[in-house]
């Protein structure tokens, strides 16, 4: 008894030491800058909705939560697609150098994006790709189609391979087997794999502003503007930071159960 009690408080202080940010990020959003600096406060003394206002009504402020939401959704359907082949080749052939080639995929994963940003910036401006949501969304590639397959080739191995050569004994040819049969077997490593993708393509920030200046400027391009001669603005930038997580909320409660399979077979 005494140790359920112990664990119980435990978590309940852990949960609440999580929240106390996010918490804290709501609090701010809806008071003044004056409030905010003025004294500490656990709710707001004079709430108001003008931080939200300002950036409902600012279209440049929309322009770049479409762009965001744009490269994100490009990003994730490309590395998800291109991660699903290779996958399954890592998974059910063996090959010269498939163990190396595997290795070298996972090493574009221990590098951060700032040794890329350079390359990526002259590589895109003389390809014409400078400040296009299309830039962000294949700079992203290279960190998420690695995390991708790593994903699915452990939930592909999951995977008796006597389902494939059953179905091709019934006479299935294998883009019909792999999207009809197969594609429903791993339906909770391919949820698994676009949630990383999306979240870790949602909150880079490096690269997204690297490779835009106005036409695709992000959303975290677009918090810099909080930054003016009065100083920085928190309640503005506490609104635009409460708005960025909704997609990554939304994200999460769609895939939340194929996130507990995941964590449940061992390969997240």
Request: charged content about 10%; glycine content about 6%; aromatic content about 16%.
């Amino acid at each position: 008894m005494q140790k359920s009690l112990s664990r119980s408080i435990g978590m309940a202080l852990y949960i609440v030491f999580l929240f106390v940010p996010i918490y804290w990020l709501l609090n701010m959003s809806f008071k003044t800058n004056t409030d905010i600096l003025s004294s500490l406060s656990f709710l707001p003394p004079h709430p108001t909705l003008d931080n939200y206002r300002k950036i409902f009504i600012d279209p440049d402020w929309h322009a770049s939560f479409a762009n965001s939401i744009s490269y994100v959704l490009i990003n994730t359907v490309l590395s998800v697609g291109v991660a699903l082949p290779a996958a399954y080749a890592f998974s059910r052939y063996r090959f010269i150098g498939d163990k190396h080639l595997f290795f070298w995929l996972l090493s574009n994963l221990m590098a951060p994006p700032a040794i890329y940003a350079m390359p990526f910036f002259n590589l895109y401006s003389a390809a014409g790709l400078f400040d296009s949501i299309w830039a962000v969304a294949l700079a992203h590639c290279l960190f998420n189609v690695p995390l991708a397959v790593w994903i699915l080739e452990g939930f592909i191995s999951g995977i008796p391979r006597e389902i494939d050569e059953t179905a091709m004994i019934d006479g299935y040819s294998f883009p019909r087997f792999f999207v009809r049969i197969f594609l429903p077997l791993i339906a909770n490593g391919i949820g698994v794999a676009a949630f990383f993708c999306f979240m870790f393509s949602w909150v880079e920030q490096l690269l997204a502003t690297t490779l835009t200046t106005v036409d695709a400027k992000p959303i975290a391009g677009m918090m810099s503007r909080a930054y003016s001669a009065a100083g920085l603005d928190w309640g503005l930038l506490s609104a635009a930071g409460v708005l960025t997580m909704i997609p990554g909320a939304i994200v999460i409660w769609f895939v939340r159960n194929h996130i507990a399979k995941g964590f449940a077979l061992g390969r997240v």
